[in-house]
């Protein structure tokens, strides 16, 4: 199949009314089917930006894997998988829990394809460790998103996959999707090959009376989108040759099942934005019905799971979670303190404390309160997140510590001077700030972060692409970090040095896919000099770390999480890494992925650290067995160690020791040609 095919379809609408367009005379729909053109944005990729193996890039255009399964560098591959990360020292402490979904997403690619449409199936080419998509969006040409599909992550068997899930309704065209995942059920990476998108030139509907008038209930009808298996819903591999047999089918009889949908309503439907999905906006008390019916809606949904997870000493408040009667509990709220009742309210999520905005005046004041911002995690609303979301949550932010504004403001729908003025009013008493993936960061932005928020002690600018040296050498103005991420961006030695110089407590340092102008010795060497309580480093794929860095780095004794996976200028790192690890003792996560010429002697002090849970010495072609089943039998805490292209350690030798040792996930990367797999 070419990149863009398209179908002309002729089509008479059967029902005239005002919705669809006067007269009886034949309608063209046109089915355009095609792979992606471009990929605008993503959170991260296991590749490398001067590589072309394991990018995001690689989801452009046809297949070229599928239906082989296994691990290929021609696919786009993500840099974790499962919850190993989660449990890492350097993982990141959620400080707003209550406002995240059931299922939070991990990463997130955008993708742009030649032509736009109204989608009717999204299909994903999954060439290893299928499962972990959740999320499925589409951008209008306004600017706004909508959730075309969202569930739960998937363990389903390693076998290659179309995932396809049903779509809702989309009422404009579209050419820009973006995929959410969750990796939590992943046993190892997931890997994709492309993702086809198939939709039409004019909207088009199943027949008035058809469940809601809903296509891929229709699509389902006509047979071939279901799978067998119900645990791997929406799967439309085990046939893949007839994976679109139900849109062949609707094609042929177009005439018979759908009308053509012309309506100048859709065209007119106001824009969402965090006003309408959140209801912030709020200034003016609602009338009685809306108030009653908001009430209703925090009763039933928010507040009993709320009584569960709190203990109150208050009597009155033990009185209110006994009593389902609604105006019994408003009574009771009413007499409660203030301060009671900003302690039930201080563990609601954004969406709640929006609702009750709406009850009466009093919920109205109090669920402004600024003792309810001190916390403030936006991610879960990046869709909706924009220059006006801003203004009308920055008078609740007067002791705002905490803030996580990350995937928001992407698509200039937050400018860099909105986030500046957000920053003046509401930044000053600010300890933790995160904008990964944030297009809006730039200089100027640093800068005046820098100048503002002078108590900061945790900083995450990953894949903050448009900061330069300039932007970066205004960051050693701050002096209280404990934390600071720059995967992906373009810090230079210089500003690194001076940073960590004035910031003495660095515990957490993430240099992960910076540019090769670093010069990762001089920055060891800082580190040595400067940050004694340094706990992690994420040095993986700077290739200007070599064995006097590692060497330099012995100094760093608190260490317990190490990165130097990829870390080409390493080579062969003899007694610099020896020694390195005989000085760190207290290491509990060690990756020392693709350093070729690592031999048993080189990590045999590693067998001292008893502490050691994650051990990653992936494509380390001399490692023997010996020193594999000693790291098994001496290291009581170990839980996961990746063998993946270890040439002289046999899949045999692997099977055995997961049989004898199941506490241990033992990792082992493999390709097999689709003439291998069994098909049903």
Not at 6 to 25: F, H
Not at 395 to 421: A, H, M, V
Request: aromatic share 8%; hydrophobic share 35%.
């Amino acid at each position: 199949m070419v990149s863009c095919d398209e179908t002309r379809i002729e089509l008479v609408p059967i029902i005239k009314d005002n919705n669809y367009k006067n007269g009886c005379k034949e309608e063209t729909v046109t089915f355009v089917e095609q792979y992606v053109k471009d990929v605008k944005d993503f959170s991260s990729q296991y590749g490398s930006n001067i590589s072309i193996s394991y990018t995001a890039y690689n989801i452009a255009g046809n297949p070229s894997k599928f239906p082989d399964y296994g691990d290929y560098p021609q696919a786009f591959v993500m840099r974790t998988y499962g919850n190993w990360w989660d449990e890492a020292p350097s993982r990141l402490i959620d400080f707003m829990p209550a406002n995240n979904e059931p299922i939070d997403s991990h990463d997130y690619i955008d993708i742009e394809y030649h032509k736009e449409v109204y989608p009717i199936r999204v299909s994903i080419y999954e060439t290893y460790n299928p499962g972990s998509v959740i999320k499925i969006w589409a951008r209008d040409p306004y600017g706004q998103w909508l959730l075309l599909w969202s569930g739960l992550p998937q363990k389903v068997s390693p076998k290659p996959r179309i995932f396809s899930p049903p779509l809702k309704l989309c009422s404009f065209k579209t050419k820009v999707l973006r995929l959410e995942f969750n990796h939590s059920q992943l046993d190892y990476y997931t890997e994709l090959d492309a993702v086809l998108l198939i939709g039409t030139t004019e909207l088009i509907l199943p027949h008035v009376g058809f469940k809601n008038r809903n296509l891929s209930a229709l699509l389902q009808q006509l047979g071939g989108h279901s799978s067998s298996s119900s645990d791997d819903l929406y799967n439309l591999t085990p046939e893949h040759t007839k994976a679109h047999c139900d849109l062949l089918k609707l094609k042929s009889t177009l005439h018979k099942h759908c009308v053509l949908y012309k309506s100048k309503i859709i065209d007119k439907l106001p824009k969402g934005t965090l006003l309408s999905k959140l209801g912030l906006n709020c200034h003016c008390i609602p009338p009685i019905e809306e108030a009653f019916n908001s009430l209703q809606q925090f009763l039933q949904e928010d507040f009993p799971k709320l009584i569960k997870d709190i203990n109150v000493s208050s009597q009155s408040v033990h009185d209110v979670s006994a009593n389902s009667n609604t105006s019994d509990i408003c009574g009771n709220f009413s007499v409660l303190p203030d301060e009671t009742v900003l302690k039930i309210l201080k563990n609601l999520d954004l969406k709640s404390l929006c609702r009750i905005c709406r009850v009466n005046k009093y919920f109205n004041v109090i669920a402004r309160d600024a003792l309810l911002y001190t916390s403030l995690n936006l991610k879960p609303y990046w869709n909706c997140i924009d220059t006006s979301a801003l203004s009308i949550i920055q008078p609740r932010c007067k002791y705002l510590q905490r803030l996580d504004l990350s995937w928001c403001g992407n698509y200039e729908s937050i400018t860099s001077q909105n986030f500046i003025d957000f920053m003046h009013s509401s930044g000053c008493s600010l300890t933790h700030l995160r904008l990964n993936c944030c297009r809006f960061v730039n200089d100027h932005v640093v800068s005046e972060i820098s100048s503002v928020c002078k108590n900061l002690k945790e900083l995450c600018l990953r894949n903050c692409t448009s900061v330069t040296t300039e932007g970066f050498g205004d960051l050693d103005k701050l002096h209280c970090l404990e934390r600071l991420e720059l995967y992906r961006t373009s810090i230079e030695t210089a500003e690194l040095c001076s940073i960590l110089k004035n910031n003495k407590k660095i515990r957490h340092l993430n240099l992960a896919g910076v540019n090769d102008r670093l010069n990762m010795d001089e920055v060891a060497l800082e580190l040595s000099n400067s940050c004694n309580y340094l706990e992690s480093i994420d040095c993986w794929k700077v290739q200007t770390l070599t064995p006097v860095g590692v060497r330099a780095l012995t100094r760093c004794t608190r260490l317990r999480e190490v990165d130097f996976g990829w870390c080409g200028g390493m080579g062969a790192p003899g007694d610099s890494l020896r020694t390195f690890l005989t000085c760190c003792t207290s290491l509990e996560k060690v990756f020392l992925s693709a350093l070729r010429g690592l031999t048993d002697r080189d990590i045999e002090p590693l067998l001292l650290c008893q502490q050691l849970q994650q051990l990653d010495i992936l494509g380390a072609r001399s490692l023997t067995s010996d020193i594999c089943l000693r790291f098994l039998l001496c290291c009581p805490q170990l839980r996961m160690m990746d063998l993946s292209f270890c040439d002289a350690i046999s899949d045999t030798k692997v099977q055995e020791w997961r049989q004898l040792y199941p506490h241990v996930s033992i990792k082992r990367s493999f390709q097999v040609s689709c003439r291998d797999i069994p098909r049903n």
